[in-house]
């Protein structure tokens, strides 16, 4: 099946610095979600975006589907970004089921 | 606030055990998914639901089932629990059963003793 990879797997940054992060997969999709997983659990949506670059705020995402990957874009970083980012990928089948990468673990440090 | 919601969001109960979880799905939204997030297996999908009829199954394991009402909520029943089934249920919910953006519950948070 379909492999995804985030990387870094941890990262620490002083508020107000930029940061990104990573997610390549192995073969093609139909869709692509980053989700933000705050320190109480709640998944939340960032983008829906198999493709092309959008932006919201201070963050912003791009993803080259022919060249498998996407990047999430965190500026100005806040100590309400720590948590994790969780990348997942849709790939087709009849199910539409998502497969999460292990996500990216952020501590932003006031 | 993502519009779906599940309850409830913790549960504690004894190895052996049955429960039932719930979801409703945001307004409007056809396709319920279940995931399940583990320490050593991070989320992954356990089934959907499309308009009322089973649409595909992953990880789920045999004592587990699901189910969705005409009224489109979802339960996900867990049973004989095992300590290795603590973990994180998220209910998520889609336009469709198509590739369309999924939107994630709150989650419950299972603990089983």
């Known amino acids: 099946g379909i492999q995804v990879e985030q990387s870094p797997p941890d990262l620490i940054l002083q508020e107000g610095a930029n940061s990104t992060l990573r997610c390549n997969f192995s073969?093609?999709?139909?869709?692509l979600q980053w989700f933000h997983q705050n320190p109480w659990g709640q998944l939340i949506n960032l983008f829906y975006i198999p493709s092309g670059t959008k932006q919201n705020g201070r963050l912003s995402a791009t993803t080259v589907a022919t060249e498998r990957y996407s990047l999430l874009y965190i500026s100005s970083s806040q100590t309400t970004d720590s948590g994790v980012y969780f990348c997942?990928?849709?790939?087709?089948?009849?199910?539409?089921?998502?497969?999460f990468g292990s996500g990216t673990r952020l501590l932003v440090r006031p | 606030d993502s519009g779906v919601t599940q309850t409830p969001k913790h549960l504690i109960t004894a190895t052996g055990q049955r429960v039932t979880l719930r979801c409703s799905p945001r307004?409007?939204?056809?396709?319920v998914y279940w995931y399940q997030q583990s320490l050593d297996q991070g989320l992954q999908f356990l089934i959907q639901?499309?308009?009322?009829?089973?649409?595909a199954k992953g990880n789920i394991l045999e004592r587990f089932s699901a189910q969705q009402f005409p009224d489109l909520h979802s339960e996900l029943n867990l049973s004989s629990l095992e300590l290795g089934d603590s973990a994180l249920y998220f209910c998520a919910s889609s336009l469709t059963g198509g590739p369309y953006e999924q939107y994630f519950g709150p989650g419950t948070r299972l603990t089983v003793t």
């Open positions: 073969d093609s999709v139909n869709n």
């Open positions: 997942a990928v849709e790939v087709g089948d009849s199910s539409y089921k998502l497969i």
């Open positions: 639901y499309y308009n009322g009829e089973e649409r």
């Open positions: 307004s409007g939204d056809l396709s």
